[in-house]
């Protein structure tokens, strides 16, 4: 079926370059079976989920001159073993290597000819282990009808449920007459429409209700960003150049939540608080003069209800929206008290604080929410307005998951970290899943601009310890 990308996604598709592509990366580790989890098999798994993700067997195609915004159309040449592919660590691999493969992958360009999307089974990790990295373009994912992939392919049970047998016959590839005559009639039925189509996502196109609705939220998106102007100025943000570092930091839920409930705020309040706490200590360590009241700005968007929630029975059905959220981290502050406090109270005065989704709702949801969460998060920064070169100054997302094991074709998932993408001129990007009791950091940094992107995770379980000696 040929269905053309939304401004969104057309813009996601058009407006990236080699240093910074847009995809949403994903990192499990998971416990190797007696048996081993063989590559047929996790093909055979990925093929079995492909019915609820179709976008993941459909290419983008131009239409000439660029006379209207790209199409979705069916790949007939569709090759899963070009997009499921095998690695291997010099066994027994450790993780600072594994990281290493990570950073190299996640810094390569996706092939446009193709649907948009890999995955890596990487074997030879010690400790019994392996690793499963995915990567996605953005425009691929809308959290809505179109899921990340590594949602679908995690079950509640070793077992996995029963699917009907999928019968993919892909549609005939349209002609160039077929594609302009359709460009053409778009301009037709609305010449102000496609003129703003082509155009950027920001200035995106208004032709239902709903689309309405979200060009008035990023009205108000504008306008908070232009009253809290510029973000301060920061190492964090340079150049950003083709190269990766990835790193991975972990902590317990359980102490998160100790310092949740001593101080009365969300665990989201938490994390950011020791996030800031690591990023002052991570400038000291630099030598950079930080004043006690230096902010780092973050854009942390924020998972919450949606207006409607009735039917969470099936994958596609979602139960949150994804909203920007600008906040500043008070790097400066040397009480690690005081620093939850402020942040705790900017959380409060927004307006979607208390519409927040937990740990108790997501679970409800089918599969793994994680990743479409992440991926959500990281289109809104994508797509926020930026009327400086500095709108914030890092991206950190949030996704609470599941808090019982959750198994991917039949095997362990153990550990699973988001690999967020740098945006533009920002040398950092974290992002933190809950999974079965634990916190799990995936840091992606610019490898020339932060090459000691390896002091962050021992810089985030310092901070922790602060608020946790505090609370006791």
């Known amino acids: 079926m040929v269905t053309r990308l939304s401004p969104a996604d057309a813009s996601f598709f058009r407006l990236e370059n080699t240093a910074t592509p847009m995809y949403v990366g994903s990192l499990s580790i998971l416990r190797r079976p007696r048996a081993g989890l063989s590559y047929e098999t ?174 008035g939220r990023r009205v108000i998106d504008i306008a908070r960003a232009v009253a809290r102007g510029t973000a301060p100025s920061s190492p964090l943000n340079a150049p950003v150049s083709r190269h990766r570092r990835f790193t991975v930091a972990r902590g317990s839920l359980e102490d998160y939540r100790k310092v949740r409930a001593r101080y009365d705020c969300d665990v989201n309040d938490v994390v950011l608080a020791v996030v800031a706490g690591a990023l002052g200590n991570w400038l000291m360590s630099r030598g950079v003069a930080v004043s006690p009241t230096a902010t780092v700005r973050a854009m942390a968007p924020l998972s919450v209800y949606a207006d409607a929630q009735h039917d969470l029975s099936g994958p596609g059905q979602t139960i949150s929206q994804v909203m920007p959220y600008l906040v500043d981290l008070p790097v400066g502050e040397r009480n690690p008290v005081v620093r939850l406090s402020q942040i705790a109270h900017a959380t409060e005065s927004n307006p979607t604080a208390a519409s927040l989704v937990d740990v108790r709702t997501i679970v409800t949801l089918s599969g793994f929410a994680p990743p479409t969460l992440h991926a959500m998060g990281i289109r809104v920064a994508t797509g926020f307005p930026s009327f400086s070169k500095r709108t914030f100054n890092l991206l950190i997302t949030n996704a609470p998951g599941a808090q019982s094991e959750m198994y991917v074709a039949g095997t362990k998932l153990l550990e699973t970290y988001a690999v967020p993408p740098l945006l533009q001129n920002q040398a950092l990007a974290i992002s933190v899943t809950s999974y079965n009791g634990m916190l799990y950091f995936g840091i992606n940094a610019d490898r020339e601009a932060m090459s000691d992107v390896d002091l962050l995770p021992g810089l985030l379980s310092q901070s922790l310890e602060e608020l946790l000696e505090a609370s006791r």
Do not use: C
């Open 42 to 215: 996790l093909l055979a798994t990925v093929e079995q989920r492909l019915p609820q993700i179709p976008r993941y067997r459909q290419k983008v195609r131009e239409v000439r001159i660029g006379m209207a915004r790209p199409v979705w159309i069916d790949d007939a040449d569709f090759d899963i073993t070009y997009h499921v592919r095998r690695s291997a660590l010099p066994s027994p691999g450790s993780d600072e290597q594994l990281h290493e493969l990570i950073a190299r992958l996640a810094a390569r360009p996706l092939d446009k000819s193709r649907p948009l999307w890999e995955m890596y089974l990487v074997e030879g990790l010690a400790k019994n282990r392996v690793a499963l990295y995915t990567k996605s373009h953005q425009a691929l994912i809308n959290g809505m009808t179109a899921l990340e992939i590594g949602q679908v392919i995690v079950d509640r049970t070793r077992r996995a449920p029963p699917f009907p047998e999928d019968i993919w016959i892909p549609e005939r590839e349209p002609g160039h007459t077929r594609l302009v005559l359709g460009a053409i009639g778009d301009w037709l039925v609305g010449p102000g429409t496609q003129l703003q189509a082509v155009g950027s996502a920001v200035t995106g196109v208004v032709t239902n209700y709903g689309e309405f609705l979200d060009a």
